[in-house]
């Protein structure tokens, strides 16, 4: 039902989700944010789907966001700070800030606080807590500015996961002030 056009990913991987979402909404402009080690992946996978896809890579960036210019744009994560204040509808991270130490994950959410447009949406799905930093979990993220609409164990992730059950997979929503 959210009517956004511009999206920012953290963390895409392999980018199903962009995927999924430019299927269904072919308006859609997104911006990914990854390491070099996983990025091509993606950039791969969405190429083979989408041949025609006008996809820049971080060395394109020139820290001007034209939309009109792309349809996807991945940048490295210390590239975040060139991107205005309020561009993006919505940000999203599935299954990464779980791998993440809690202020690399609190560094970020400043960040999508900054980016995200009033109104905007925050969309997570992770462990909680995270296998690896018993500190990061959804209580500890620092949620400024960030109003939660939907906090919910998400069982179908934990079902074909091989994650340990003391682990919970949370579908986090947040609408931004």
């Not at 950039?43 to 041949?51: E, G, M, R």
């Not at 980016?115 to 990061?136: A, H």
């Amino acid at each position: 039902k959210l009517n956004a056009k511009k999206i920012l990913e953290i963390g895409p991987g392999m980018c199903i989700g962009p995927a999924l979402m430019k299927y269904f909404n072919k308006n859609n402009k997104f911006v990914l944010v990854d390491l070099k080690e996983t990025m091509m992946i993606g950039y791969c996978f969405l190429k083979y789907f989408f041949p025609e896809l006008k996809i820049l890579l971080p060395q394109e960036f020139s820290g001007n966001l034209d939309f009109k210019k792309f349809d996807v744009l991945f940048i490295f994560p210390y590239q975040l700070k060139r991107l205005k204040n309020r561009s993006f509808d919505l940000a999203t991270n599935s299954s990464s800030f779980q791998e993440m130490d809690l202020q690399v994950v609190n560094s970020y959410l400043n960040q999508i606080n900054r980016l995200l447009k009033k109104n905007g949406i925050f969309s997570s799905l992770n462990s909680s807590p995270s296998r690896y930093f018993p500190d990061n979990r959804y209580e500890n993220y620092k949620l400024k500015n960030l109003d939660i609409i939907l906090k919910r164990e998400f069982p179908f992730a934990q079902a074909i996961s091989s994650i340990p059950k003391t682990f919970k997979h949370y579908l986090l929503l947040c609408k931004k002030k």
